[in-house]
């Protein structure tokens, strides 16, 4: 007498793993966005490969596995200058430590207290840009710069909420908060203080 489970995929076939079961979860990546990478994909590569060819990231987490070594002194020079600039952002709780092939401690790595002036500068500091490695990034670059901003024009029901609101409270943007009848939506003080600047300027 066959058991519950055994009676249960006699009942309904579809629940049996087979070759075609197993493959389903396998879909092939339709590309239905960008015109640019949709007319540059490489339909029997994988997602991986073609932002690889593409010199796009599939992710912007960092690599997290199943990528392929090809020349080791170069990935040891990457990552040292990468190294060197996690050290640098690194805030006094935090540190790196280096291990070699076996896991052995290395190195450790510990940040240093920053100056209010150092973390200003780094703030401050422009991040250089990174030159188009292949013609799909630069096309998509081109396509990003020839995009057109549309200016959004202030309805005559907006400009009259904010002179009310102004009118009433001045620049008390926290009495303007609580006042319900004006401020039906609940918007905090600062997007009252944000919005009535970008009406009234």
């Known amino acids: 007498m ?3 489970r055994k009676r249960r995929t006699i009942k309904t076939p579809s629940r049996k793993v087979t070759r075609k079961v197993a493959n389903k979860h396998k879909k092939k990546v339709n590309v239905i966005g960008n015109k640019i990478i ?21 992710s912007l987490n960092g690599v997290t596995g199943g990528t392929e ?17 996690l050290a640098e952002s ?4 935090q540190g790196i430590i280096q291990r070699d092939e076996h896991g052995n401690i290395i190195n450790v790595i510990v940040g240093k207290a920053k100056t209010k ?14 030159k ?10 081109a ?7 549309t200016e959004r024009y202030q309805s005559e029901g907006e400009l009259v909420w904010a002179a009310k609101l102004v009118e009433k409270y001045g620049d008390d ?29």
């Open 143 to 149: 396509q990003a710069a020839n995009v057109l901003k």
């Open 69 to 85: 070594i090809k020349d080791e002194e170069e990935l040891a020079e990457s990552e040292q200058k990468s190294l060197e600039e």
């Open 117 to 130: 002036e150092e973390i200003a500068e780094m703030m401050e500091r422009d991040i250089e840009p990174v």
């Open 173 to 201: 943007y926290e009495k303007m908060f609580w006042d319900r009848k004006l401020n039906p939506n609940q918007q905090t003080a600062a997007q009252l203080k944000k919005r009535i600047h970008a009406l009234l300027a």
């Open 2 to 4: 066959p058991t519950v």
């Open 132 to 141: 188009a490695k292949t013609d799909v990034v630069r096309a998509l670059e």
């Open 90 to 93: 690194l805030t006094e709780e």
């Open 38 to 58: 949709r007319d540059n994909w490489d339909k029997k590569a994988t997602l991986r490969q073609n932002y690889a060819r593409l010199g796009l990231l599939p």
